[in-house]
Structures are given as C-alpha cells and as structure tokens.
C-alpha cells in the first residue's frame, strides 16, 4: 500500500497527449517507475486488496528470474543477464549504454520504504 | 550439375551471394531502405545473425542427408561453402555483441562469458567454428591428416551447443528452439540410422 500510495505510482489512461493506445495498456494501466517494466501492468480490468503477498504472472512463469518487489538495483543482476547497464531506447545504433540507477534515479523518494529490507533475497 | 567447372565458376558464385542476402538485408534495413530494425536495433541485428548462424549450421548438416538420399553427389561441392557461411553469420553475432552491444567494456564482457551460462555454451560453440573455419582449406586437410576429420566432427557439437545457446537464451516462448531442435534431432538422427544400416549391410556376407 505504501508503494501504492506513493506520488510516483501512476494509474495511466493517456500517454503524449493521447488516450492511451492498445499496446500501451488501454483503457488504464498501471506506472511504478522505480520498478522493473514488468510491473507496470496494463490493461487493468480489476483491483483486489489482499493481505498476503500475491504473486505476478512473470513469478509464476520464472520465480527465480521474476521476484515481487523489482526494484531497479544496478548491483542485483538477473540470472541471465546484468541490470548494471542501460541503453535508452531510440538512442541509436551506436550509442553508449548508461550505468542503471538504483530505483531508477527515484532513490530520494522511494528508498525509505525499503529500509531494512534485503533488497538481494527480494529482488 | 555437371562439370567441376561449372559449380566452380557459377553456382558457386551464385549460392554465395544468396547465402549473403540476409546479412545485406540487416545492412539495408539499417538505413531504412527495405524494413526497419525497430525500436531495440542492436538486439535485433544480434537475432538476425544469430538466427541465420543457426540456421546455415542445419543447413550445411543436410547437405550429406541429401546427398544420400537423392544420389546427387555434387551437393558435397557446396558443404564447406555453407559452412563457412555458418561461421561467418556466428562471429558476426559475436562480433555485433561485443562491439555494439557490450562496447568493448571487458569487465562486463569477462562476467558474460564466464557467468552467464547461455552465453559460455555460445562462445564455446563459436570457439569449435573459429577452429573449423581456419582448418577449412585443402591444404589445411593435407597437414592435419586423421585429426582434421575428428575436429570437423565438431559440427555436431556445434549444432547442439547451438540450439542449446538460443534455448537458453529465450525469456519464455521456446517455440523457435524448439523448432530447431527437432531440426537438428532429424538431421542427426537420419546419420545414426544411416551409418547402423550401412554397418548391417557390410555385416552380412
């Protein structure tokens, strides 16, 4: 809930000026831009309140690829891949990539959420 | 098919410049003229690659299938081509991963290699091809004698290694590998039943 409730998170209907597209996640959609993309959800249809930890459909594909929390952290690398590097997308063929921030450069105003928690077991 | 000449001087030349189409499309596509990479181009020009890497691998272990099958032996002429082609289309998957991709940063490229374990099978797979390229001319065969057929066995491997790279590499849609992996199982499995019935019929007096 407090993650819920924090300004960050955003329930989406419009992006760029225009309602939001299909692929996008119309008619509503959800924005934690201090997490891994794949808990942004789209296409919300409903919205339980529970009081146990449920599980996403990443989780369930790959449980230990795809945790609850994902959060944006640079020094916890996926499996298969490391999160340390970034390269923007439209940056081109050629470009750099860029170091990842942890919680995605949010850290001011979501970090105190996680004090305490091992952020390497909930990844 | 007939004469030595005329693979040599124009089916050759013509089946190398098909072999080469897919990697001039990546060029065109590139600079907009034919497709477009998309959003994520250096990924995509790393799957092109790699795909076709695959797929000329399978494709240069049909040449002896078909050759017994269809008794045209010339088919033979053209395996070394295609093979190397498969080789070109991996160290270009390489070659795009570690210059575009990775940026030459070694650190990051020593922790994939050596802890990603999709990518160690990978780069032992283009390890076997690099060695098999270099050894890939006559004069090469001459000198190595015995051991340049047991190193050119390595396609098999390669094949396998292959297949279980890109398995291993894909989020949750195995279809593609799996495709390849029947592909590879029939191509192989066709040499096993093949060399047990020749043995059968040398067996019999």
Redesign the interface.
């Known amino acids: 809930m407090a993650e819920a409730t924090n300004p960050l998170t955003l329930l989406v209907v419009g992006l760029y000026g225009y309602a939001l597209p299909n692929q996008n996640g119309a008619p509503i959609r959800l924005i934690v831009p201090w997490k891994y993309g794949f808990k942004g959800i789209k296409a919300i249809v409903k919205i339980s309140f529970v009081d146990y930890q449920p599980k996403n459909s990443w989780q369930m594909a790959q449980s230990n690829e795809y945790g609850f929390y994902a959060n944006v952290n640079p020094s916890v690398s996926h499996p298969r891949w490391s999160q340390a590097r970034e390269r923007r997308i439209g940056a081109g063929l050629f470009a750099e990539k860029q170091p990842t921030l942890m919680f995605n450069g949010y850290g001011e105003q979501v970090a105190h959420l996680y004090d305490g928690l091992n952020l390497r077991r909930n990844f | 098919m007939n004469t030595l000449a005329q693979i040599r001087f124009i089916w050759k030349p013509i089946v190398f410049i098909v072999c080469l189409v897919p990697a001039v499309l990546v060029v065109t596509d590139?600079f907009e003229i034919t497709g477009r990479?998309g959003?994520?181009?250096?990924e995509e020009i790393q799957d092109r690659f790699g795909n076709w890497a695959l797929r000329f691998i399978m494709i240069t272990l049909a040449v002896t299938p078909l050759r017994k099958l269809t008794g045209r032996n010339w088919l033979v002429r053209f395996r070394r081509m295609l093979g190397l082609f498969a080789f070109f289309y991996a160290f270009t998957h390489f070659l795009v991963w570690l210059l575009?991709d990775q940026?030459l940063l070694l650190s990051?490229i020593a922790?994939?290699i050596f802890e990603?374990p999709?990518i160690t099978i990978g780069f032992t797979a283009l390890l076997v091809l690099v060695a098999m390229a270099v050894t890939s001319t006559l004069g090469m065969r001459k000198r190595l004698g015995r051991r340049w057929q047991q190193l050119h066995y390595g396609i098999y491997a390669v094949g396998a290694l292959g297949v279980w790279h890109y398995w291993?590499?894909v989020?949750?849609d195995i279809g593609e590998p799996l495709i390849y992996a029947c592909i590879l199982a029939a191509l192989l499995g066709y040499r096993l039943w093949s060399s047990r019935r020749d043995k059968r019929r040398r067996a019999r007096p």
Do not use: M
């Open positions: 590139a990479l959003a994520n181009p250096i575009l940026r990051a922790e994939d990603r999709f291993w590499q989020k949750l």
